[in-house]
C-alpha cells in the first residue's frame, strides 16, 4: 500500500543492505531524487537493463546500497519484469528492496514538458499529453506497489529532497562535505571555491629567518602566527560565520562546500589558519577535507 503521508521510516538493520527503485512519470522528479540519494551515501544508476540488476547486487554484504532508476525507456521494461524483479529480490536475505514512485499532477507534466520544450519518451511524434496518458497507464500497477509515494506537483526542489531525506538519508539529512584550502594570492584565486578569507594581514613568518622555509603545519609557525593579537577574534568569527552558514547550505541541498585561506605566499598565515579552522570544524561533527595548494604542488602526490 501506498504511503502518502509522512510517518516515521523503519530503521534498516545492520547488516542490511538497501537497493530502492525510483521511478514514476517522465518530468516528475526521478532524476532528482537519484541525486538526493546519491549525495545520502547510495550508489545511484540510472535506466541500467533490469536484467543486469541480480548481478550487480552479487557481492559482499556491506557493500554499498544501491538506488536504481527504472522508467519506460529501460530497455526491458514491462510492467510485468518490474514487479516479477521486486518480488524475486525481495525474498533475498540481507537485501532491503523498496520502490519509491514519484507521481505528479497532468497538467504539471505537461508545463514542466512544455517549459523545457522536451519529447515525451512515449510520444516522440505526438503531443506530451497522449505520453502522459499512457506512461500513467502503464505504470498504474507498479504505483499500487509503491513502499513510499511522494506527489512532486506542488513541490520545489528543495521540498521535494526533504521529503526524499526523510525516507532515505541517514538521520533524514544528507551529508555536507567540506573542504578547507590555502592557497597563494601571487598564484590567484583557486578555482570553484565557496568561501575565501585573507590573512594576509597576521604577521608574518617569512621574515623570521629560522621560519621562512617552513610552512603553517609546523608547530613553530603556527605558534608565532597565533602569536598576533588578531589571530584569535579573527579564527573565531571565521569559525562563528561557517557555524551559521553550512547548516543553511546543507539545508539548501548544497553537498560539497570550499572554504578557502589565502596570504601572500600560500606557506604559512593561510596554511596555519586552514590547518586551525579544519580542525575545529571536524570536532563540530562536520566531515571535512583539507588541501594546501602550493604546498601540494611543492610536495605532488604520487599517482
Not at 13 to 19: E, N, Q, T, V
Not at 154 to 175: D, K, S, T, Y
Not at 297 to 301: E, G, N
Given at each position: 500500500m501506498p504511503i502518502d503521508t509522512p510517518v516515521?521510516?523503519?530503521?534498516?538493520?545492520?547488516?542490511?543492505?538497501?537497493?530502492?527503485?525510483v521511478t514514476g512519470p517522465s518530468g516528475a522528479g526521478r532524476s532528482s531524487a537519484l541525486n538526493v540519494l546519491e549525495d545520502a551515501g547510495f550508489e545511484a544508476?540510472?535506466?541500467?537493463?533490469?536484467?543486469?540488476?541480480?548481478?550487480?547486487l552479487e557481492g559482499p554484504v556491506n557493500a554499498r546500497s544501491v538506488a536504481l532508476g527504472i522508467d519506460a525507456r529501460n530497455r526491458d521494461f514491462s510492467t510485468n519484469a518490474v514487479l516479477d524483479l521486486i518480488g524475486r529480490l525481495s525474498t533475498r536475505s540481507g537485501l532491503a528492496v523498496e520502490l519509491l514512485y514519484l507521481d505528479c499532477a497532468d497538467d504539471v507534466l505537461l508545463r514542466r514538458f512544455s517549459e523545457t520544450r522536451r519529447r515525451h519518451p512515449l510520444a516522440p511524434e505526438d503531443r506530451p499529453a497522449q505520453g502522459i496518458t499512457r506512461e500513467k497507464e502503464l505504470l498504474g500497477p507498479i504505483r499500487a506497489r509503491a513502499d513510499v509515494l511522494i506527489d512532486t506537483t506542488?513541490?520545489?526542489?528543495?521540498?521535494?529532497?526533504?521529503?526524499?531525506?526523510?525516507?532515505?538519508?541517514?538521520?533524514?539529512?544528507?551529508?555536507l562535505a567540506v573542504s578547507v584550502q590555502s592557497f597563494s594570492y601571487k598564484r590567484g584565486l583557486p578555482r570553484s571555491v565557496d568561501t575565501v578569507h585573507d590573512c594576509r594581514f597576521l604577521r608574518n613568518p617569512y621574515w623570521d629567518p629560522d621560519l621562512r622555509?617552513?610552512?603553517?603545519t609546523d608547530a613553530d609557525v603556527a605558534a608565532y602566527v597565533r602569536e598576533d593579537a588578531r589571530?584569535?577574534?579573527?579564527?573565531?568569527?571565521?569559525?562563528?560565520?561557517?557555524?551559521?552558514?553550512?547548516?543553511?547550505?546543507?539545508?539548501?541541498?548544497k553537498s560539497y562546500i570550499a572554504i578557502a585561506f589565502g596570504c601572500t605566499g600560500g606557506q604559512h598565515r593561510s596554511v596555519t589558519l586552514a590547518e586551525e579552522h579544519a580542525l575545529r570544524l571536524a570536532d563540530a561533527g562536520w566531515q571535512v577535507s583539507i588541501r594546501h595548494r602550493e604546498l601540494d604542488?611543492?610536495?605532488?602526490?604520487e599517482v
Open positions: 516515521p521510516p523503519q530503521p534498516v538493520p545492520a547488516g542490511i543492505r538497501r537497493l530502492v527503485l544508476i540510472d535506466n541500467l537493463p533490469l536484467r543486469l540488476l541480480p548481478a550487480l506542488g513541490l520545489n526542489i528543495h521540498q521535494m529532497r526533504e521529503e526524499v531525506e526523510q525516507w532515505f538519508a541517514p538521520q533524514g539529512r544528507h551529508h622555509s617552513r610552512n603553517g589571530f584569535a577574534p579573527f579564527a573565531q568569527k571565521v569559525f562563528e560565520l561557517s557555524e551559521l552558514l553550512l547548516p543553511a547550505y546543507r539545508d539548501e541541498g604542488r611543492q610536495h605532488p602526490t
